[in-house]
């Protein structure tokens, strides 16, 4: 079946601009995560969602970055006023949720380069 | 092993040897723990994972070993093929109850036929 995916792939913005990358999670997954992954570095956790409960914002670095989960399936990071210690590697990963909520699935990333 | 900054851990095997790769994790407080393995432009993948009442879990040719005296873990890879050539990353959960995980940095496996 379909996995977790991401877009773009590759994102390279001006400092100050403002990016939006999207996550589409497995199917029926019902936990999503936002990671970030700087160069030769471990994984980073931004953010989290469960169902319909507030999201666990504690990772999030400042009030540039900000995340979003519709209908509770595609979510949305956005950062704001992008600064160049912003690039990375973006990781997205969902998890089926209850007894399982460890299980995570990593989509691809999408690196976000900043000029 | 751990690191600073770009310096990560490295370990070199022949093809048919064993590896063994160390993580030391830091919240006394997790009771859960995780190895993946990412392969250069893909997302971390699932390795094994083993909660804090065991010390041993085996998977097909990886075994993990915890030692909570010494807030311990290691990756054992029986056999190493090329293909396990990758970045190897330990993970705890920090005695969370949900999947919010830390990471560690690390460490770069390759593999020589």
């Known amino acids: 079946g379909a996995g977790v995916s991401q877009s773009p792939s590759n994102k390279v913005t001006e400092k100050g601009k403002d990016v939006e990358l999207r996550c589409d999670p497995i199917?029926?997954?019902?936990?999503l995560y936002w990671y970030r992954q700087s160069l030769g570095q471990g994984l980073e956790f931004l953010i989290y969602?469960?169902?319909?409960?507030?999201?666990?914002k504690s990772g999030l670095p400042s009030d540039r970055f900000s995340a979003e989960r519709t209908g509770g399936s595609v979510s949305t990071l956005t950062i704001q006023r992008t600064q160049q210690e912003d690039s990375a590697v973006y990781l997205c990963?969902?998890?089926?949720?209850?007894?399982?909520?460890?299980?995570?699935?990593f989509g691809p990333g999408t690196r976000l380069t900043v000029t | 092993g751990e690191s600073v900054g770009l310096h990560l851990p490295t370990l070199s095997v022949q093809e048919g040897d064993n590896s063994i790769i160390n993580c030391a994790y830091s919240?006394?407080?997790?009771?859960?723990f995780i190895w993946y393995k990412q392969e250069s432009g893909k997302g971390p993948q699932f390795i094994i994972d083993?909660?804090?009442?065991?010390d041993k879990r085996q998977g097909q040719r990886v075994t993990v070993l915890l030692n909570k005296t010494v807030k311990h873990l290691s990756l054992q890879i029986a056999a190493t093929q090329p293909g396990d050539s990758a970045v190897y990353f330990c993970?705890?959960?920090?005695?969370?109850?949900?999947?919010?995980?830390?990471f560690g940095q690390g460490t770069i496996l390759t593999v020589h036929p």
């Open positions: 990963a969902s998890s089926p949720g209850g007894g399982r909520t460890y299980e995570q699935y």
């Open positions: 199917s029926g997954h019902t936990a």
């Open positions: 969602f469960q169902g319909n409960s507030a999201p666990d």
């Open positions: 919240n006394s407080a997790s009771d859960y």
């Open positions: 083993i909660r804090s009442n065991m």
């Open positions: 993970a705890e959960n920090g005695g969370t109850s949900y999947g919010k995980l830390t």
